[in-house]
């Protein structure tokens, strides 16, 4: 059974940092391409950024380029978000996702995690 599990959620001022992190259990980590989504109240779940499983090729939505970057440890089978200069608008549940295509979109992944809590206030 795959398993995802994030952490590093919270609250944070505009301006601030975090780091989430997700780790993985119960496939082989470094074939999977790994994935942060976001979903604000209200809106769908949108896509944050992207990992290749050998972590050399990364794909980021327009609205984190620049400030958020992904990374993976696959000693550790985790991948994380960094994430600098939030603002509010970045407020969102941060999920973690698995699977075998790196696509700047909900296909491709079949195993999800329950998600992280980021609130940014202003």
């Known amino acids: 059974q795959v398993l995802l599990v994030e952490s590093g959620g919270g609250l944070v001022q505009a301006g601030g940092s975090l780091r989430l992190s997700c780790a993985a259990s119960?496939?082989?980590?470094?074939?999977?391409?790994m994935g942060w989504f976001r979903q604000a109240p209200g809106k769908e779940r949108a896509f944050v950024a992207s990992i290749s499983g050998s972590g050399g090729g990364t794909l980021y939505a327009n609205s984190v380029k620049g400030r958020f970057t992904i990374s993976r440890d696959n000693a550790k089978n985790t991948v994380y978000l960094q994430m600098n200069s939030l603002m509010p608008e970045d407020t969102a549940v941060y999920y973690c996702?698995?699977?075998?295509?790196?696509?700047?979109?909900?296909?491709?992944?079949?195993?999800w995690g329950q998600g992280t809590q980021v609130t940014v206030s202003s």
């Open positions: 119960g496939r082989t980590f470094s074939r999977d391409a």
């Open positions: 996702a698995a699977g075998l295509l790196m696509r700047p979109d909900r296909t491709g992944y079949n195993y």
